[in-house]
């Protein structure tokens, strides 16, 4: 079993994971392409930093990454060299088909793949409350069992790789298409200068109470981002992707990535994704004042 | 206080309301544009069907009527003649702007306006449980507040005219970019053979737990339509015409009108409105064949 | 034959017709909703300014109609008073459904109505240059025939209202539409470093020659407005809503719209519509200075 | 110099090509994926077919590539072996990120790139006339000149690699949109009732003379396709792909490229591209009888 893991990726989410193994026993190596982010997180986080990936993996029994993107963990990939017996987990979020490349090239190096993207943001990781979609062949997936069971729920979607990409893009269409829908519904409340306190207080009593509880006031407040623009930006893309991949037609996803691509342009791609309203109305009152 | 109400439409809604209405006391008259219709619901609900618009208002303090869309709205309207006291409340999902100008018309007939939509469905009508949103000044909602209060909680979103209509419109942006989000989620999940079970679990498990519940069985099987694509595509356009009125910009609403008039196009609508993914693959199928 | 006319709306177009109108022989009284613009066009073109629209109408023949939309028709048409032998011409771009209200509604006051939009900015009426697309039963258009001749070609698309409206739309649909594709293909340019004047020459040798030999230059430069952001918004969601209103799907126009209306919001309603590229570099721009 | 030349890909754009250099005077060996095709177009244009790649590049001083798109590319290339000397011209419409992925893997095998996309269809190219847009250091590109210039006329780019993709993916996506928009606007002819001979000849008047000469009557007949709506659904993508890769917004791409997706889930993937109004009437009146 894993007693030693490489978490590839100091971001928000890479943070999380690492204090939380941290916390159970595990003895944590981080390692991140800007290696101050690494250091700042072993300081706080009692864990150790690498200086490089190779360093970073050897000696470990698992590395679970949580880079940004399909360009990232296929960087990540190829930068890997040859580690019988290693497990390599990518927990980001990635397309079906970055997921399958990077199995088929870790295979020629002798490292399994455990695909192993995650629902909950970093908060949830570190307080081990995530959701976490797991699909590899059992030989690959029984090692690190117990390390992602940590993180939180786990739930097995499949044998083959891709199928908890799909699994995880298809969640995350639909939450940020809700989002964007949100933001939508709050500009035409402006728009007529309804209330927006009762438009949420409505919200509660349907089917949307869970959202409006988690989201509302979130959505027009100003928060310190878990997820960004910019990453929101990325998975609705990917949704796009992963059906034009097989071929199929797009509904909204095309519409839902647009939004959050205009904001990045803006200069916004860094700000948290619930808040495409009020980040839209800046936008539109900016440009007013620049023109 | 009112006693006797006129019913305009008896249509899923209409129908609703009458039998509730009915079966809390009221004398109720139904008219509706094709008289069979209102003859049928009358013989069933035991209320009284009017040969015409102007026998239905005679003798009646309101006329509550649910119509298809704002051309309905302003043809109903139109054919009214002089009604001094008669309170006309419209609770069809029409565009502020419509609902703005039948308030103008209906002032200098001496009819007042309640602009009353409404969130739920026949069902909930019928058992009392719908939520009503209205706007109007006091003096118009008074009288009518009783009668509206036994269709289910009554909220009073303004003075103002359109206030409702957008609130209403803002609800339904939100829902039906959620649901065809979904659709397209589902899609996913099929073009990688992911188990939609599976989904479904794991949406339990998150804000869209209410929503799962609600309507993803209705997502995936051929329900009986209580609500259709067709009026779906009408509420989307109506979301993006609110906001093009009041010169915002559109963020998802023109991708879900879409959807729906592409579905409409292919023949669908009529069909159940939370089907799109069911629909969308049958359309699939059927141009093939055809083809 | 009429020899007398009124303008109605001394924005861009009215301005260009009524100058062309008066270098011809005819007895022009130009009104405006914001009077100061129709007294300066009377200086400067040496026709008469009238002080309301009732003055205006009174003792011409003929009425011609350059307001900006839907709303502006409608509002304009709902003031004139009875007034048998007039011919009401409306030369904007509106929707076929607002063309064949305010024909049924002039209808009630013994005004002749004729649809007559467009294609051809200012400088092409002033010059009789343009090309103006009729609809309208013979009786009532027999009458402006040579009025119109006077501002470039006439076609009779039909005798019914509503097919001249739907023929105008379709060309600024096609020409918007290939618009902002021209912008967007400006930005894959600029995104990897390609000259643009290299773009230019090759489109040159294609079918897109007279485009690029009318748009190129204006597309990157920054000229003074003929047709605003605004318009382009509004008769792209015409389009739109002309097709909604058949029931037909659509295609593109709902981006093309959503594009124009986004900087809109952003404060650039004003400029001159074939800048969408550049008008969006300088979004980007700033918003992340204003960040 | 170049004498001896293997064609790769014997679709449409392969077969034009490998005709025009046979009869140019070249020797020329074509290589398929389904060996079948290439045999045929061998014995119909008096050239050899190669059972293999490695065969079909054994002794030939360059290849050209028209294979469809970014996937097809990546597999041929990822096929050949170490090649000193060899020019490996890739023709087809890839992302400028394809291209450079391409080029950097043919490094390591000692395979000159070239990229050089086409504009002008298989007639076209085997009649000489293509416009062939070039993007290569100066010593890749000097062997295959007198090549590429058979083919029509040759465009340098630039030296790095993706500006050609990247100025293929403008146009494209300009025709693109256009003839998308065109389609749309013949829908709105459709919707009421306007002759579309009219509106032809009125296009042949303004800026689109030379669109509507060239595609008019194509868009609304049904012709044997050159370039196909899979192919047309691909590099809309693509292009809107260019734009993410890069961090900017997509303005119509999205739409686009979802309307050719619908049709070819519809089952219309392999009909000419510039029918997309014909097909969508036949989807329209095809899903309404199947239902
Ligand atoms: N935040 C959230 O709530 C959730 C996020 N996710 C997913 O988890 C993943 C990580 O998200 P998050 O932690 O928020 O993102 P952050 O932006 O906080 O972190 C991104 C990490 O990726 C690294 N990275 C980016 N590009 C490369 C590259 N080319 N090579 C190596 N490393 C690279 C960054 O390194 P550097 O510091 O050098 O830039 C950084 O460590 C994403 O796929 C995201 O979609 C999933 C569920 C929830
Ligand atoms: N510009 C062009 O190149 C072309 C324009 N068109 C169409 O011609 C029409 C006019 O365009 P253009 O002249 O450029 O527009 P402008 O914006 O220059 O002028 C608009 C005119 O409409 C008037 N107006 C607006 N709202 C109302 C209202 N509610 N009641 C009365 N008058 C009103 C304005 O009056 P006020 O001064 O008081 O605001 C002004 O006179 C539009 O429909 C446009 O789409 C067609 C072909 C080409
Ligand atoms: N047609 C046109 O008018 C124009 C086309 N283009 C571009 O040129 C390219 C070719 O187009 P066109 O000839 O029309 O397309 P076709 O569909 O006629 O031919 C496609 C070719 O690609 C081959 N191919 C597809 N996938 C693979 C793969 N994975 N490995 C090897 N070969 C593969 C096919 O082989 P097989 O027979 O085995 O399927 C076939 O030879 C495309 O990129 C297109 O966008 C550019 C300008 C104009």
């Known amino acids: 079993m894993v007693e030693r893991v490489a978490v590839v990726g100091a971001g928000r989410m890479g943070s999380g994971a690492a204090r939380r193994l941290a916390s159970r026993g595990y003895r944590v190596v981080v390692w991140n392409r800007t290696r101050e982010k690494a250091e700042r997180l072993a300081r706080e986080a009692g864990v150790e930093a690498a200086g490089s990936l190779a360093e970073a993996i050897a000696g470990v029994e698992a590395a679970l990454a949580f880079v940004s993107d399909d360009d990232a963990l296929l960087s990540v990939v190829s930068q890997l060299r040859r580690s019988d017996g290693l497990v390599f987990v990518n927990s980001a979020t990635t397309t079906p088909r970055a997921s399958i490349a990077a199995a088929r090239y870790l295979e020629g190096l002798g490292i399994q793949y455990v695909e192993a993207p995650v629902i909950g943001g970093p908060g949830a990781l570190e307080r081990g409350e995530a959701i976490v979609l797991a699909a590899a062949p059992r030989s690959a997936l029984a090692p690190v069992l117990p390390l992602l069971s940590e993180l939180g729920e786990l739930v097995k979607v499949g044998d083959s790789y891709g199928t908890a990409a799909a699994l995880k893009l298809a969640f995350n269409n639909l939450l940020l298409t809700t989002l964007v829908g949100l933001g939508e519904s709050l500009l035409i409340l402006d728009a007529y200068g309804v209330d927006k306190a009762l438009f949420s207080s409505i919200l509660e009593r349907t089917v949307f109470s869970g959202l409006a509880g988690k989201y509302f006031e979130r959505a027009v407040s100003k928060p310190k981002p878990t997820f960004t623009v910019s990453l929101a930006e990325k998975d609705a893309r990917y949704a796009f992707q992963a ?49």
Chains 1, 2, 3, 4 share one sequence.
Do not use: C, I, W
Not at 265 to 281: A, I, P, S
């Open 243 to 291: 059906l034009a991949d097989r071929g199929y037609p797009r509904l909204v996803s095309h519409a839902v990535s647009n939004v959050y691509a205009t904001l990045s342009q803006m200069g916004f791609g860094g700000e948290d994704y619930v808040g495409v309203y009020r980040l839209l109305k800046k936008a539109g009152a900016g440009g007013r004042e620049e023109h």
